[in-house]
């Protein structure tokens, strides 16, 4: 086992272990979020990621499991704890149906058939309000198992084990035949190909792991907000969101969407918090462009190569007129 | 061992491939030439099945191929290497050679096996002082190298090869020849070559087949094909 994924095991046992501190309650609901979002990101990293191909239509899955599980509470009264799974389940069958046609698409073709995924989903919730509720959504979506008074320490911990099983299943994925076939289709599909690789059946396959955990993420979402719409589950936020961590992160690397979700998803509470009102988005949106200029392959592969310093003198010297070569 | 009858492909109202018929003997060296745009690449794509021919059938073996997708070629033991060099840029040289192991006719599950087993083929295409490099530091003639290593890795019985010499210069050409027969001598496959520098071709082959829009001109040794009246009208033109 490599040390950075040891070393990550231990944190997050650490981190489970505060829940026994009586740390206070804010502590527990930016972190879980924070958690949530680094598990969703690493999902679409295995699709996005490995296999290269820029997935932004994860919202659908997402926003599919949510609805599913709100909806059968809402009609039946079933338990979320049963249709959570289930909703995993679902996105498994969903990505198989959509994975077969839109994998064939390559690079930005592909983005704007994924991109439109979510829009389809929601335009569909919206014209059946007798079975969806339509636009005005589904409310009150709880799982009552879960005691009131302890529900921050307790998502807490379902998404910093759900972050943790995540990170597994990607540094699992890295290291294995399956994951040296996603990479060579990223790097060179035809050379791939040529190399005995069944790039339809791997791609699939990477797109129904990524499916499943991303359903699992937006079933427990929907109970953590215990109200989703169809623009909180189809909007744009939720299928952009995870790429620009895991890009940022630095993808291809099970760690890259792990720290990316964290230290965005805190750094988009706490300009949220200081900075009410429009501004705030405004500023992140900032961040977001300093960031992707400074790191173009993600904090991961930019601290991996060692560049960090040079990158910053690079910019020191372009300040003070140096030309450099590249 | 490899054979074509009445093969054609059309691309629009062009018609790369008219009418031809190859048969390729177990354990030679084939070579195909032709001048650019005659339909030899276009041939390489139908037998590996990256195209699908609109008429006509490919056998290996007696079993036809034609209509199966590259990979499945590819476990029936026909590899090939591209004219345009195609490596897995953000792998090292070792881990290319493994995706090959991996998937191809050895068929491994370990990454370990598969980067072990990969050298011995790295070592026969000579790049062994490049085993951790990434692909994306090497230099043309390494990257051709790395083609072959990787072909090589999934275990082929018929090897087809898109240009490895262009863009070489006389002495890494004498090289590559070298490898090619060793790859002949030392693990018995058997080879098709598209080829342009003339030199390889008559030093290696042991048939040419010559074609000409698509249509096959001549065939035979290579001393018979460089003198068959056709062959030099298309290359030099009537008057020769």
Known sequence: MEKSFKFFLIVTLLLGLITILPAPTFFFVALATAFLYAGYSESW???????????????????????????????FG????????????????????IGYPTMRLRGYYFALATLSLPIIFGAVVVSFPDITLGGRGVSNIYITEIPFELRPQIYYMIFLLYMAVCASVAYMVERSKFGMGLVAIRDDEVAAEACGINTTKLKVRAFIISGFLTGIAGGFYGTYLTYISPSTAFGILPSIIPVLMAILGGRNTWLGPIIGGIVLDLLRQYISYTFPGVLNTLIFGGILIIFTILFPEGAVGMIKKGNLVGILNKYKYRRIGHTQSR | MLEGKNLVKRFG??????????????????????????????????????????QGIIKFKGRPITGKKPHQILKMGIVRTFQIVRPFLSMTVAENVAVAALYGRANLNSMKEAIQYSKKWIEFCG????????????????????????????????????????????????????????????LGITIFIVEHVMRAVMNLCDHVIVLHNGKKIAEGTPVQVATSPPVIETYLGKRY
């Open chain 1, 45 to 75: 990293n295995i699709v996005g990621g490995y296999a290269g191909y820029t997935s932004l239509g994860h919202g659908a899955l997402f926003g599919l499991s949510a609805y599913f599980v709100a909806l059968l509470l809402h009609h």
């Open chain 1, 78 to 97: 079933t338990s979320p704890l049963l249709t959570i799974p289930l909703g995993g389940l679902l996105c498994i069958i969903i990505a198989i149906i």
């Open chain 2, 13 to 54: 109202g062009l018609t790369a491939i008219d009418n031809l018929d190859f048969y390729i003997d177990e354990g030679k060296i084939t070579g195909l030439i032709g001048p650019n745009g005659s339909g030899k690449t276009t041939l390489f794509n139908l037998i590996t099945g990256y195209y699908k021919p609109d």
């Open chain 2, 127 to 186: 790049l062994e002082s490049k085993t951790n490099t990434p692909a994306r530091e090497l230099t043309l003639v390494e990257l051709k190298k790395l083609e072959i290593a990787r072909a090589l890795a999934t275990e082929p019985e018929v090897m087809l090869i898109d240009e490895a010499f262009a863009g070489l210069n006389p002495s890494e050409v004498d090289q590559a020849i070298e490898t090619i027969k060793r790859i002949r001598s030392e």
